[in-house]
């Protein structure tokens, strides 16, 4: 590597002994100098990134998603580190989250365009890890048309996305197959905690008797109660809370459920947080038990990379001890296919879900 790269250039790495190991994006800011994007002696040209990303859409293609909404470009997944890439319906939105790939947007886009034919490209360049490689966070349209209601289908239900200003890319895709999963067991009365648009309420709607939908955001609860009223699920009820409260509350109450699904934002955003995070994992999923009749269904999640999945398994075990709610692991699911895992790099593993059933 060359101490006169530029920030974000595509820079050719050597070993100590000069031997040529492969091309990176070098980054003069963040602790990731380096991002290898190929081993090869091969020209990291067009036809380069246009191979890397047909490979990366052609897997989607292949996996026959049933659903308009869902990933194409998973980053270090895909062999295109810190490039994140959503597709709903004939939109893309995309995320550049280091100085190389900003750097290469402009090559990206139109090859985007070309191999998927979409109308219009958004760039949520708006998460905080950009500013650990002195970016900017903006939110730009790159090329084409993006409108701020896009409809889109996942299975049989349907939702209007805003690309602009929803949480993520608009939707948590990385839940598709965990919502249906969930559906096998859902039965009864329905909790749905940390709901965001409805996903899992929605989508547990047609097995529920009813479903209550909870979320701190009055902008996610009046896209919950959109949804449902576009779904037809007259079932669902959305509500404002704290999750925290709102179990306490629930307990005290004597209110009881056949299924609950909880699936928090990350609370471990980074290693000095795991001790707060574990406590808070340990807290809604304690009470969430005490929540659940025997027989009933708990569908619980984390998606902090930094609570690795033995940590919260550690954790659930140890919320059931303390509810004396003795559960089984029926399902232990993980993010969907579109955000494949690449071994080697941990950081790609991050959503863990379990679908446990209390004994009793
Ligand atoms: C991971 S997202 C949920 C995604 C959703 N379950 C889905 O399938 O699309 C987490 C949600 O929790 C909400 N949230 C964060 N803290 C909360 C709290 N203390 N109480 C209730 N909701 C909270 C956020 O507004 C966000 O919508």
């Not at 091969?42 to 036809?47: G, L, N, Q, T």
């Not at 999923?285 to 550690?314: H, I, W």
């Not at 895992?341 to 059933?357: F, M, S």
Request: net charge neutral.
């Amino acid at each position: 590597m060359s101490a006169e790269a530029e920030p974000g250039a595509v820079v050719r790495v050597k070993g100590p002994r000069g031997k040529a190991m492969g091309w990176a994006l070098f980054s003069d800011r963040s602790q990731i100098t380096l991002r290898m994007i190929s081993r090869e002696d091969v020209p990291i040209d067009e036809a380069f990134w246009r191979a890397r990303l047909a490979t990366a859409i052609g897997f989607r293609e292949s996996l026959g998603i049933d659903a308009t909404a869902y990933r194409l470009v998973h980053a270090e997944a895909d062999l295109l580190p810190s490039l994140i890439v959503d597709r709903y319906a004939d939109r893309l939105v995309l995320q550049a989250l280091s100085q190389g790939m900003d750097r290469l947007t402009p090559v990206i886009v139109p090859l985007l365009m070309e191999l998927t034919g979409a109308a219009g490209v958004l760039a949520r360049n708006d998460p905080k890890v950009r500013q650990l490689e002195g970016l900017e966070q903006t939110v730009e349209l790159l090329a084409g048309d993006v409108p701020e209601r896009i409809p889109v289908r996942e299975g049989t239900v349907e939702y209007d996305v805003d690309p602009w200003k929803g949480q993520k890319t608009g939707l948590f895709l990385d839940q598709r197959e965990n919502r249906e999963a969930a559906a096998r067991y859902a039965h009864g009365r329905v909790l749905d905690a940390f709901s965001y648009n409805g996903g899992f309420a929605l989508s547990l709607a047609p097995q529920a008797t009813t479903v209550e939908a909870v979320d701190i955001s009055a902008d996610a609860v009046a896209r919950i109660t959109a949804n449902a009223a576009k779904n037809g699920r007259t079932n669902v009820e959305a509500r404002e809370a704290n999750v925290f409260d709102e179990l306490r509350r629930l307990e005290r109450d004597n209110q009881r459920y056949d299924t609950i699904v909880l699936d928090p934002p990350a609370f471990a955003k980074s290693k000095a947080s795991i001790v707060k995070a574990i406590s808070g994992y340990k807290e809604i999923n304690l009470r969430a038990l005490r929540l659940l009749k025997p027989g009933g269904f708990l569908v619980t999640c984390s998606c902090s990379y930094n609570v690795d999945e033995a940590m919260f398994a550690q954790v659930i075990y140890e919320a059931s001890v303390d509810s004396h709610s003795p559960v089984t692991v029926v399902e232990k699911r993980m993010q969907g296919r579109d955000h494949p895992v690449l071994l080697g790099v941990p950081e790609t593993y991050y959503l863990k879900c379990l679908i446990l059933r209390k004994m009793g």
